[in-house]
C-alpha cells in the first residue's frame, strides 16, 4: 500500500485516520508516540523485542485505546503488510530488520521527534530551542528551561533530557518554548525541523558502532542547524561545531554565535573577569557588552559547566530573555545527580561522582576541573581509544583505579602516556566492588585531593546504568565516612 500524498508535508490537521503505522519500541518515547496516533485516529501498530512486565503494562494501555501490540522475540522482523509510515524509537538502529525492511520498501520513516514536530498546535506552534553534542546537552537544556521559566515564559524541557517531545507538542495548556534536548539518534531520523535557535555543544568520537563513522555521526549532529531561523550557537573551542554551522543550510538572516571561555569576540558570549558577557545580542556589541551573571552564580563552577551556562545563555538571549533572567536561571539550576555531584568528604579527600561521564571527551572535561586526582574509570569502552585521554590528563592524577570488562585498554594507555602514576586494577564484579574502589582510591589520596568516578566508559558490563554505578559508588563513600 502506498502512502497517501498528504504525508510529505502532514501536520496536527491532516487526516490521520486514513493512516497504516508501525512504531518501532514501545519504551517511552515509542509509547508517546503510539498513543499520539492513535488518539489522531491512525491504525497503529506497535512492535518491540522485548516482552517484559514494563513492556506489557504498556501494551495493556495501547491496546485499551485502539492499537495492535506485537512482543517478544521475532516481533520486528517483518515490516507489517500495508505499512505507510514506520515511527522508530531513537536506539532502533537504520540496520534493524524493521526499519531495513521499510527502506526497501520505500516507506517513510521518522523518528519520534519528526512526528512532534508535525504535530505542533497550527494555531500557536510552541519556539523549540534545540541543543545537541557529545557531552553536556540535559545540563545546558536544563539551564536553559530555568532562564526561559524566570523570563516568565511557559517553557519545558523535552526531548532526550527525560519528557518526549511529542508530550510537550502536545500539552493541554500549550507552552511558549521547548527547550529540546536531541541526540544524534534522534537527529538522525528527522528531516523537517527547523528550530528557532539551535546549538552543537561539541563533537568527539561516540556511538560511532550505530552511525557507522565519525563522518556520519559529526553530520547527524549537524542536522540540528538545518532550516535555524535565528542563531546557530557554536563552541569556539571546538572547529567541528562551527564547520557544521558553515555546511547548514539556515534561514536567511540566522546568524552564527560563538560561545568561549575566554574573552568574546563581536558576535560571540564568553566570560571577562569571571563574568558572563554578551557581545551578540546586544544593540552596540561593537563597544558594549551585557553582563549575564558570573561564574560563582553556576554550580558546579567547572569549566566545561561554564560552556554549558554560556550556550545556554546564547540561545535564550536569541529569543530576547533579558540577562537578570538568565542569571537568575543559573542561579536556580541544580545539576542532575551522577554529573560532577560532590558525594561526601573522608580525612580531608573529597570524593565526587561523575558516573555520566561515559566518553573519553566528557572523561577528559571532568578531570580538567580538578588538579590532584584520583580517577576512577573503566567499563566498557565501545571501541573508544584512550591514548589521547591518558596523555592530557596525566600530570593531574596521583593515582588511578580502574574497573570493568575493558580496564585494561585504560591501563596500556597509562603505561604508555603517565607511566609514572599508580594504577590499581580492580578485578572484582560483585555487589561489594565499590567498596574496594573507594578503599583502594584513599590509599592512593592525600588530604586536598579528590577522588573522581568519571568512567569513561559505558556502565553495562557491572551496572544497570550509569545511575546505578554512580549510586554505587556514594553509597560506598557513605560506609566509608561512617555514614549509613
Request: glycine letters at 8%.
Amino acid at each position: 500500500m502506498t502512502a497517501p500524498g498528504w504525508l510529505a508535508t502532514a501536520d496536527r490537521d491532516s487526516p490521520w485516520p486514513e493512516l497504516r503505522v508501525v512504531v518501532a519500541g514501545i519504551a517511552v518515547s515509542g509509547f508517546a508516540a503510539a498513543d499520539a496516533l492513535v488518539r489522531l485516529g491512525a491504525e497503529v501498530t506497535v512492535v518491540d523485542e522485548r516482552d517484559g512486565e514494563p513492556e506489557r503494562e504498556r501494551a495493556t494501555v495501547l491496546e485499551i485505546l485502539g492499537a495492535t501490540t506485537r512482543l517478544g522475540p521475532g516481533a520486528a522482523d517483518q515490516l507489517p503488510h500495508g505499512t505507510q509510515l514506520l515511527v522508530t524509537s531513537p536506539g532502533w538502529r537504520p540496520d534493524a530488520p524493521l526499519l531495513a525492511a521499510a527502506t526497501r520498501a520505500r516507506v517513510l520513516v521518522w523518528g519520534e521527534v519528526e512526528l512532534a514536530w508535525r504535530l505542533r498546535d497550527p494555531h500557536r506552534p510552541a519556539r523549540w530551542l534545540a541543543v545537541t553534542g557529545t557531552n553536556g546537552k540535559t545540563t545546558t537544556v536544563r539551564m536553559l528551561a530555568e532562564m526561559l521559566s524566570a523570563a516568565g515564559l511557559h517553557a519545558a524541557a523535552a526531548g532526550n533530557v527525560g519528557s518526549p517531545v511529542i508530550a510537550a507538542v502536545l500539552h493541554p495548556q500549550p507552552y511558549d518554548v521547548i527547550a529540546v534536548e536531541l541526540s544524534s539518534y534522534q537527529l538522525h531520523w528527522t528531516q523537517s525541523m527547523t528550530a528557532r535557535s539551535a546549538a552543537v555543544l561539541n563533537v568527539a568520537p561516540d556511538h560511532l558502532d550505530w552511525h557507522g563513522s565519525y563522518t556520519a555521526y559529526a553530520a547527524a549532529k549537524g542536522r540540528i542547524y538545518q532550516g535555524v531561523e535565528v542563531a546557530c550557537v557554536y563552541n569556539v573551542a571546538d572547529p567541528q561545531t562551527e564547520r557544521l554551522v558553515r555546511a547548514a543550510d539556515v534561514t536567511e538572516g540566522a546568524r552564527a554565535i560563538g560561545f568561549t571561555l575566554g574573552v568574546p569576540q563581536v558576535g560571540m558570549v564568553g566570560v571577562v573577569d569571571g563574568v558572563l558577557a554578551d557581545r551578540a545580542f546586544v544593540a552596540e556589541r561593537q563597544t558594549s557588552a551585557a553582563e549575564l551573571g558570573s561564574a560563582a552564580d553556576i554550580v558546579p563552577p567547572a569549566p566545561h559547566n561554564v560552556a554549558n551556562a554560556l550556550a545556554a545563555a546564547a540561545l535564550a538571549r536569541s529569543i530576547g530573555v533579558p540577562p537578570v533572567a538568565v542569571r537568575d536561571g543559573l542561579r536556580a539550576f541544580r545539576p542532575d545527580p551522577h554529573r560532577i555531584e560532590v558525594v561526601g568528604t573522608v580525612d580531608g579527600v573529597v570524593y565526587v561522582d561523575d558516573s555520566k561521564a561515559t566518553n573519553t571527551h566528557a572523561a577528559l572535561a571532568s578531570l580538567q576541573a580538578y588538579d590532584d586526582v584520583v580517577w576512577v574509570a573503566g567499563g566498557l569502552a565501545k571501541g573508544a581509544r584512550f591514548d589521547e585521554l591518558a596523555a592530557a590528563a596525566g600530570p593531574r592524577l596521583r593515582g588511578a583505579v580502574l574497573i570493568g570488562a575493558d580496564r585494561q585498554l585504560l591501563a596500556d594507555a597509562l603505561a604508555r602516556h603517565a607511566p609514572d602514576v599508580p594504577v590499581v586494577e580492580v578485578d572484582s564484579t560483585d555487589n561489594q566492588v565499590m567498596d574496594r574502589v573507594v578503599a583502594a582510591a584513599a590509599r592512593l589520596a592525600r588530604r586536598g585531593a579528590t577522588v573522581l568516578l568519571a568512567p569513561a566508559c559505558a556502565s553495562m558490563d557491572m551496572f544497570a546504568n550509569y545511575a546505578a554505578r554512580g549510586d554505587a559508588f556514594a553509597a560506598a563513600v557513605r560506609r566509608r565516612a561512617g555514614r549509613p
